[in-house]
């Protein structure tokens, strides 16, 4: 009897590949850090478990003051939903680099990865951390959280595909309370992944990495109808919510030029800008670098720039310090 050869569906090499019969097969075998005491930041860090299907990796800066209450950051990692987690190397070092720089305590989620785990899974299982995280306000059981957090200063931050995470539970926090009336001061949305059946300019140029990401999301999320325009991907396709209903009172969105999503973070920007959103928005962009380049050069000036801007907004005061 001859061999039945797998057909591939998806493949997405040099990572894994999606067969015809639902198996999957990843083909790196990734690298870990074990949380410690950073050296070089004095930046501490331990993992926790949520809950069964959920873990986190929480950072706490060297404190100079016990009882000083610091911002809180719930961030998502990137990797198309489908790569990292919150022990890889590449993001242990770049977190432990902005709680330093910023003096906030940060909780980094380890939601499932597709394509074992499609959307929605990725935001439910973010949204469990974040009311986890919201719950320990008052008497909680972490802490790391109760005894140096200022609960009036939460923010949601991602990159990549945790920028989108970010987008759309600050979407679902318009709709639903968080535990204790926690409410988002802010998002940081870093190279976020949003994407569109009508390519744009930055997209063609950009024709090899254009075509693997428009294999993407109907891959992570196949019972989707509207494909590249579904709205948790492409926030301003024309069946998408009004922006206005972002639960933050302030946003940035930071951008790179050569990256080929950066015409999505330019729209994104201008969009919410005349949505009727009462809060602020800002746009970063860094010239002359390509997708995720705070990860691929750490120690760039580049990289120390974008950490020093998102650290300047999670430390800044506002009118809109809190959303209302």
């Given at each position: ?273 005349k949505s009727g959103w009462s809060g602020e928005v800002e746009m970063y962009e860094t ?38």
């Amino acid at each position: 009897m001859a061999r039945l050869i797998p057909v591939v569906v998806h493949d997405f090499s040099p990572y894994f590949r999606v067969y015809q019969d639902g198996s999957i097969e990843r083909l790196v075998t990734e690298e870990h850090t074990p949380a410690s005491i950073d050296p070089h930041t004095g930046v501490t860090s331990k993992d926790i478990s949520i809950s069964t299907d959920v873990s986190a990796r929480l950072y706490l800066p060297k404190l100079s003051e016990a009882r000083h209450k610091l911002p809180l950051v719930v961030y998502f990692r990137g990797g198309a939903f489908c790569m990292m987690s919150s022990s890889s190397p590449t993001l242990h070092a770049h977190l432990n680099s902005l709680v330093a720089e910023a003096n906030v305590v940060l909780v980094s989620v380890d939601y499932r990865r597709a394509p074992e785990h499609r959307i929605p899974v990725a935001y439910d299982d973010s949204w469990a951390a974040l009311e986890w995280a919201a719950s320990n306000r008052g008497a909680g059981a972490e802490p790391w959280l109760v005894d140096h957090v200022d609960f009036d200063r939460v923010f949601l931050a991602g990159d990549s595909a945790g920028g989108n995470i970010a987008h759309n539970l600050a979407m679902r926090a318009g709709e639903r309370e968080l535990p204790h009336g926690v409410k988002l001061s802010g998002i940081v949305l870093v190279d976020p992944y949003f994407w569109g059946s009508k390519p744009t300019a930055s997209e063609e140029a950009n024709p090899e990495m254009t075509a693997r990401l428009d294999q993407l999301w109907p891959m992570v999320c196949p019972s989707s109808a509207s494909g590249n325009d579904d709205p948790r991907v492409n926030p301003v396709a024309p069946s998408a919510p009004s922006l206005a209903g972002l639960a933050c009172a302030r946003l940035l969105v930071c951008a790179a030029e050569k990256d080929a999503m950066r015409d999505r973070a330019r729209i994104y920007h201008e969009a919410l800008r005349k949505s009727g959103w009462s809060g602020e928005v800002e746009m970063y962009e860094t010239a002359g670098e390509d997708h995720g380049f705070y990860f691929s050069h750490p120690n760039g000036q580049n990289a120390k720039l974008l950490v020093k801007r998102i650290a300047t907004f999670l430390c800044s005061t506002s009118k809109l310090a809190m959303y209302k």
